[in-house]
């Protein structure tokens, strides 16, 4: 496994997960790439929180420099990018899901719907598994 070399503040695993991932932009770009589907700039635009293009190009570079993502010429119209997990940023589910499980508890206006959170709070394994799936038919 390729470790990272960059300096942090402190090897805490909370302050590394801070620092690579803790700005308010990357982890809606994983939940992008790993919940619905989108793998080219102009549908990471397109997100309900509007992410300016200075920003999201800075992301994505950041996030395929930490090996979160990656990017590859779309064979079909090669003036496009294909933007894929890393197995890296695949890992990043189980806490995405807690992360999920967390919110619907304790914001009543949830965009999540009520069917993807019974199954998270009855069969989370098999959910990890389909997903899991899902994101290797995305991968480029």
Known sequence: MKRNTKKYRSHCPI????????DKWSLLI???????????????????????????ADRLEKLEVDGLLTK??????NS??????TQKGVDLLPMLLEMIAWSAKYD????TPAEFIRRLTEDKDSLIRELIAGLGSLKT
């Open 15 to 22: 302050n590394f997960a801070q620092e690579t991932f803790g």
């Open 30 to 56: 994983i939940r992008d790439l790993m919940f619905k589907g989108k793998k080219y700039y102009g549908e990471f635009l397109n997100s309900d929180e509007k992410i300016s293009t200075n920003i999201l």
């Open 72 to 77: 590859a010429r779309d064979k079909e119209n």
């Open 80 to 85: 496009k990018n294909i933007y894929a997990l």
């Open 108 to 111: 009543n206006k949830t965009g």
